[in-house]
């Protein structure tokens, strides 16, 4: 080999066949996990909207007194299941049991003031008769007072009649004119006291007369005030956060106890707002609560979106417009209906937390609601009874003191 001829270099050892085809296969499980997760994401997961930032919330029912007073009595603690309509305080009637007496003599007053009104009127028709003959009368005697002159005036003439006569005779006549007067001014007066006794009267019996409506008014308040002397349950629930204590002195609208229907019970889910482009009204909802982990899942419906973020209803709302900013992604409550049958099955506590799963594949609901409800959210009927008895009451009353059986 001479020098001028290139030396050709050693040949280069073959690739290792295991390293290679280990990074084929970690690329294969790649990509294939790669697809996997697309498919996933495409298929499944997009169809979804999850949060763990929900919560149970209840009506929290307020029982505070109308009335105020001693408190005698505390019949329900913490913790005790009550049905609706049964006592949970009750105060000291004293006061209120006094003003219904008062309210109770008051109503019979009026009544027989009201009466004495009505008898008025034959009184005055009476007047008005009598005022009416004293006229006849008077007309009477101006007539007789007149003749009794012109007889005298034509036997003045010869002497037969003297003067001092005639002069008697035109007193008389005076005097029957100024009685003539004062009767007309009596029947007058008498029929402007008829009519304004009647003005009073007029178109109504005594028991719808407003006198009497106004006095039976202060007695149906009266009896309220004695039946508010017992709280009363308005709704079935439990008893939570009781306050009052024995002896205490309360006003009305003091706050003495809480209770909570766990049958009427729901989940504010708060979803970001990326979250809430594709949730609609009625929409299903699988939840969990930590209560019971996942062995129990219970079935709820998007019933409602709410009104803003919980930064716009806070106490000190954020001033964003300050220049001192950072995004924060805000929430917004979603309110979903649960359940009462798995409610009553696995029952649920206020401000337990629950994961929250919303099914949103189907996207033909509202966004918003474009219709009032249909009925009441909560009501009670526990209240319409106090009511009962006030008005027998006052038919007893002024049937009592009608003057009559």
């Known amino acids: 080999m001479t020098s001028s001829q290139t030396s050709i270099p050693a040949p280069r050892a073959a690739a290792n066949p295991a390293r290679k085809k280990a990074l084929l296969t970690l690329t294969g499980v790649v990509v294939l996990a790669g697809l996997g997760w697309a498919a996933y994401e495409w298929l499944v997961a997009s169809h979804y ?9 209840g009506n ?16 329900a603690d913490d913790t ?29 007053q009026v009544v027989r003031q009201v009466r004495t009104l009505y008898a008025n009127n034959s009184t005055l028709t009476a007047q008005i008769a009598l005022r009416e003959a004293d006229v006849a009368k008077a007309q009477s005697e101006i007539a007789r007072a007149t003749d009794d002159l012109n007889r005298r005036q034509s036997l003045i003439q010869n002497g037969a009649v003297s003067k001092e006569e005639l002069n008697h005779a035109q007193t008389q006549l005076a005097n029957g004119k100024s009685a003539l007067t004062a009767a007309l001014a009596g029947v007058t007066a008498a029929k402007e006291q008829l009519r304004s006794n009647q003005a009073m009267t007029d178109g109504t019996a005594i028991d719808k007369h407003p006198s009497v409506q106004a ?36 006003a009305a609208g003091t706050p003495l106890m809480a209770i909570i229907p766990l049958n009427q019970l729901w989940v504010d889910a708060n979803f970001k707002e990326v979250q809430l482009r594709n949730i609609r009204i009625g929409q299903s909802v699988n939840l969990t609560a930590d209560l019971y982990g996942r062995q129990v899942e219970y079935k709820g419906t998007v019933s409602g979106l709410g009104m803003g973020t ?51 594949s189907q996207q033909d609901g509202k966004m918003l609601a474009d219709a009032p409800r249909p009925a009441a959210l909560v009501q009670t009927s526990v209240f319409e009874s106090q009511d ?3 008005a027998e009451e006052v038919r007893k009353i002024i049937a009592a003191n009608m003057g009559r059986p």
């Open 49 to 57: 909207e999850s949060t763990d930032n929900a919560y149970v919330q």
């Open 60 to 75: 929290v029912i307020q029982i505070t007194p109308q009335i105020g007073g001693t408190v005698m009595a505390i019949l």
């Open 80 to 108: 005790d299941y009550v049905k609706a309509g049964q006592p949970l305080v009750k105060l000291d009637p004293a006061d209120a049991s006094v003003a219904l007496e008062q309210a109770r003599a008051g109503l019979a």
């Open 215 to 250: 006095a039976a008014a202060k007695l149906r308040e009266a009896w309220l005030a004695t039946q508010r002397a017992a709280l009363p349950a308005p709704v079935d629930g439990y008893v939570a956060r009781r306050s009052v204590q024995l002896g205490q002195r309360v």
């Open 310 to 360: 919980g930064a716009a209803f806070a106490l000190l709302p954020a001033q964003n417009a300050t220049g001192n900013w950072i995004k924060v992604v805000q929430r917004v409550p979603v309110r979903v209906a649960l359940d009462a049958a798995q409610v009553a099955q696995n029952p649920l506590r206020v401000g337990l937390s629950m994961l929250a799963t919303v099914d949103v």
């Open 388 to 390: 009962s008895g006030a």
